[in-house]
């Protein structure tokens, strides 16, 4: 499975942005899809995941009720969108993708797409 995400940019605070995950290759409905991002000096963190079958969802406390995942199937292409942005959003942003764990942690991811920038203005 190979994952490329998009949709990133420079945006004001307040802002919105939609990002894509593209996923080329099998997706199974026990696979979990997830979103992280990586701010300058910091490590990957959680954002947020979705159950790829039957579409639940869990968020970082950090980003609840301003973010949202979704998925198209039909298209195989994972979303976040992103409402009420903040300066401290300002990350490049990764999907990744785990086999089996609901998880929050890296390690438990097997695949990664490229990252896309988020930057956020105040």
């Known amino acids: 499975v190979q994952l490329q995400a998009s949709g990133g940019g420079l945006v004001q605070a307040g802002g919105s942005l939609r990002l894509s995950c593209a996923i080329s290759?099998?997706?199974?409905?026990?696979?979990?899809m997830g979103w992280f991002r990586q701010g300058p000096g910091k490590e990957r963190e959680f954002v947020g995941l979705?159950?790829?079958?039957?579409?639940?969802?869990s968020y970082a406390n950090s980003v609840k009720g301003r973010f949202t995942i979704s998925r198209g199937k039909a298209e195989n292409t994972l979303y976040l969108q992103m409402n009420s942005l903040k300066s401290e959003d300002t990350a490049v942003y990764y999907c990744?993708?785990?086999?089996?764990?609901?998880?929050?942690?890296?390690?438990?991811?097997?695949?990664w797409g490229q990252g896309t920038q988020v930057t956020v203005s105040s």
């Open positions: 290759g099998r997706i199974y409905s026990s696979h979990v």
């Open positions: 979705i159950r790829w079958g039957v579409g639940t969802t």
């Open positions: 990744g993708l785990s086999r089996s764990e609901w998880s929050t942690r890296v390690s438990d991811y097997n695949s």
